[in-house]
C-alpha cells in the first residue's frame, strides 16, 4: 500500500515511522520537513491511502476531497464535526467503497483487549460500575500550542479516548453523560474534567492535563468479581489484575499480569487499518455517537 501523511506533527511523525516505506509523500502548511504544503499537489494516482493527522477544524473538507477521490483514510482522533457532515462522510465512504477509519490505538493495548475478553466471557457478571483515570503532564504544552489551548480542552482530548474505549468493552453506546466537575487550573481551556453517566453500568471518567507522571487506570466492578488496569504499556509497567468474588465475603482469588515493553499499538492498529482497507469498512458510527456525546457535555461548560 502507498500512504501519504497529512499533518507533520506528533502524531504525524509516528505514523510516518509505522508506514515505513509505505509513506511515499508528507503534507503539512508549516513544517519545512514536508515534501508538500497541500495534499492536491500529490498526484492522485501515486497513492492509496492518507493517514490524516491535523488539527480538528480541517478536517471534515479534507476528507471529503480524498474520500471523493476514492483514498483510503486513517484520521487521527478524534473525528469531530456538525453530524450531517459526518453523515455525508459516512455516505461518502460507502458509495465509494473505501475505507474511513478514526484511530484509537488505545483498542489495541494488551491490557485492553484482555479487560474486553474478561467483560465478554461473562466471568465478572453483570458490570455494576467502570471508573477509568486518564492524566498525563502536558499542560504548559498545550497553554503554549498555536491552536490546542482553546474550546473544551482536555475533555474532547482524552475524553474521546474513553468514551470509545468504553464502546469497545461493552459493544454498545451509553448515553446519560454529564459533567460533574470541570476547572482550568493553569490554561485557558479546560485542563482537569471528570463526568459520568448514572447508568447500567454506571461509568465515571476523570481526565487532566495536570498528572506530571502519565498515568492510566481502570476500575470495574461486578457482579463476581473486578478486573483492574494499571498504566499503559507506553508509560508501564502496565498491569492487569483479575480478582474472582469470595462469598459472603473474603480475600478474593487473583490473577494478575504485567508488562514491561514499548508501545505495540501503533503499529497493530496500522496493520489493522490495511486489512479494513480490503474490505472498505468504516467506524464513522462510532464518530456519530462521541461526537453527539462530546456536543452534550460541551453545553454543560461555561463559555463552551
Given amino acids: 500500500m502507498r500512504v501519504i501523511v497529512v499533518g507533520l506533527g506528533v502524531q504525524g511523525y509516528k505514523r510516518r515511522a509505522v508506514a515505513g516505506r509505505e509513506c511515499i509523500a508528507t503534507v503539512d502548511p508549516v513544517n519545512p520537513e514536508a515534501q ?169 471518567f476523570e481526565m487532566t492535563l495536570l498528572s506530571w507522571r502519565n498515568h492510566h487506570t481502570t476500575d470495574v466492578f461486578a457482579e463476581k468479581g473486578s478486573a483492574h488496569i494499571e498504566s499503559l504499556c507506553k508509560w508501564g509497567p502496565s498491569t492487569f489484575t483479575l480478582r474472582d468474588r469470595k462469598l459472603p465475603s473474603g480475600r478474593p482469588d487473583e490473577e494478575s499480569v504485567t508488562l514491561v515493553q514499548p508501545d505495540p499499538t501503533w503499529a497493530l492498529e496500522y496493520t489493522h487499518f490495511k486489512k479494513l482497507c480490503a474490505t472498505g469498512a468504516h467506524n464513522v458510527d462510532n464518530d456519530i455517537w462521541i461526537n453527539d456525546t462530546l456536543r452534550g457535555l460541551y453545553k454543560e461548560l461555561p463559555g463552551c
Fill in 36 to 204: 508538500h504544503q497541500r495534499v492536491e499537489q500529490i498526484p492522485l494516482d501515486g497513492y492509496d491511502a492518507a493517514l490524516v493527522c491535523t488539527p480538528d477544524e480541517v478536517k471534515v473538507e479534507l476528507l471529503t476531497y480524498l474520500l471523493s477521490n476514492r483514498k483510503h483514510l486513517l484520521v487521527e482522533k478524534p473525528l469531530f464535526g456538525e453530524r450531517a457532515d459526518l453523515e455525508r462522510l459516512k455516505a461518502l465512504a460507502e458509495r465509494n467503497k473505501v475505507t474511513c477509519y478514526t484511530a484509537y490505538n488505545h483498542r489495541f493495548e494488551p491490557h485492553f483487549v484482555r479487560m474486553k475478553e474478561a467483560i465478554e466471557s461473562g466471568r465478572l457478571g453483570k458490570i455494576y460500575r467502570i471508573r477509568m483515570f486518564y492524566g498525563n503532564g502536558t499542560a504548559r504544552l498545550v497553554r503554549e500550542s498555536a491552536w490546542r489551548d482553546k474550546g473544551a480542552g482536555v475533555l474532547p482530548d482524552l475524553g474521546s479516548h474513553l468514551l470509545d474505549t468504553v464502546l469497545f468493552w461493552l459493544g454498545k453506546p451509553v448515553s446519560g453523560f454529564s459533567i460533574q466537575s470541570a476547572n482550568r487550573f493553569e490554561n485557558r481551556a479546560f485542563d482537569h474534567v471528570v463526568c459520568g453517566a448514572d447508568g447500567e453500568p454506571v461509568i465515571q
